[in-house]
């Protein structure tokens, strides 16, 4: 299986729109990684 990895910096209010765009253009899966999370931890 074939797949690319792309990196994409956003604000957080952007990321759901980011993830609908690249599913729209063909993306199986996104993976978000937020550094706020380690945060919270």
């Given at each position: 299986?074939?797949?690319?990895?792309?990196?994409?910096?956003?604000?957080?209010?952007?990321?759901?729109?980011?993830?609908?765009?690249?599913?729209?253009a063909?993306?199986?899966?996104?993976?978000?990684?937020?550094?706020?999370?380690?945060?919270?931890?």
């Open positions: 299986m074939k797949w690319s990895e792309v990196s994409v910096h956003t604000t957080q209010e952007a990321v759901e729109p980011v993830c609908h765009i690249l599913h729209e063909g993306a199986s899966g996104v993976v978000i990684e937020d550094p706020a999370d380690l945060v919270k931890l």
